[in-house]
């Protein structure tokens, strides 16, 4: 028994630094959960519930960052709530397991996505001010941003795995803002998305209380941490390394569902 909580409480440490800085708790915090012997149903509610107290530690660390970004956060948070809703009601539908053989290629183009904006963003800028000039082009940009956001959404309600780094590559591209203050706004929507999630599986699934609390403390200590650390290391750096990640992991998920 003390081994369960000392490993879950490490894996939500660990767990809480990835999802507050790179958005990839998933690579430590769902197969945590497998190796304590929970089936993959219940260890994606109990991972999507623990995740919480990642959110509330990454949250308050990242009060900073949030400053004068209020508005433009909470309507992210609005869009991203949009879907998220309609994807954790999908997967009490039609389980993850159906959805499992696109995720790999959502992850990659992330990953890619993430990459290309850290080495081009003098440029995208340049572009997006030009296009904002347009009327037309002004409102298509939004539309399509809101869009993203929403759908974004609806996958990390939906699957979950890597969703902060899919958030936090679209977020990248859309916004012209500096790297820590797009981690802060990732941070909360995958906060409120997971709350919101955990609020539909309370009333339509079960959740492992016991393991999601355990694990959470350790979260919770993470994920404050995580934005402490992307304050003051170097960010082209730090976006190589979590591109780098996620194609491992979209590697990993691709073995798994085609193999």
């Known amino acids: 028994m003390l081994g369960t909580v000392l490993f879950l409480f490490g894996a939500g440490v660990v767990a809480g630094l990835l999802a507050s800085t790179a958005g990839l708790a998933s690579l430590v915090s769902y197969p945590a959960l497998l190796a304590v012997g929970l089936p993959p149903v219940i260890a994606n509610v109990t991972n999507t519930t623990a995740l919480i107290f990642s959110g509330v530690g990454a949250t308050v660390s990242s009060l900073k960052e949030l400053r004068g970004h209020f508005h433009q956060l909470v309507m992210f948070v609005i869009l991203s709530l949009i879907g998220s809703i309609g ?3 999908l997967l009490l539908i039609a389980p993850a ?3 499992e053989k696109v995720v790999p290629f959502f992850i990659l183009a992330a990953a890619i996505m993430l990459f290309v904006s850290g080495r081009q963003t003098d440029n995208t800028t340049e572009r997006l001010k030009a296009a904002q000039a347009h009327p037309v082009k002004r409102i298509l940009i939004r539309v399509a941003s809101y869009l993203g956001i929403i759908l974004v959404g609806a996958y990390t309600g939906y699957f979950g795995a890597a969703g902060g780094v899919i958030f936090l590559a679209l977020l990248s591209i859309i916004l012209n803002e500096d790297f820590a203050v797009i981690n802060a706004m ?5 906060f409120v998305g997971n709350l919101v999630a955990t609020i539909i599986f309370i009333f339509r699934s079960k959740i492992n209380w016991h393991f999601a609390i355990l694990m ?3 979260l919770f ?6 934005p402490i650390i992307v ?3 170097n960010i082209k750096l730090l976006r190589a390394l979590i591109a780098i990640a996620a194609v491992g992991l979209a590697i990993d998920l691709f073995v798994t569902a085609y193999f």
Do not use: M, Q
């Not at 990732?186 to 995958?190: C, F, L, P, R, S």
């Not at 200590?221 to 995580?226: K, L, M, P, Q, S």
């Open 216 to 218: 959470g403390i350790g």
């Open 221 to 226: 200590i993470g994920g404050y941490i995580g």
């Open 97 to 99: 397991g159906s959805f």
């Open 231 to 233: 304050r003051h290391v």
């Open 87 to 89: 994807g954790s009601t």
């Open 186 to 190: 990732k941070n909360v929507i995958a």
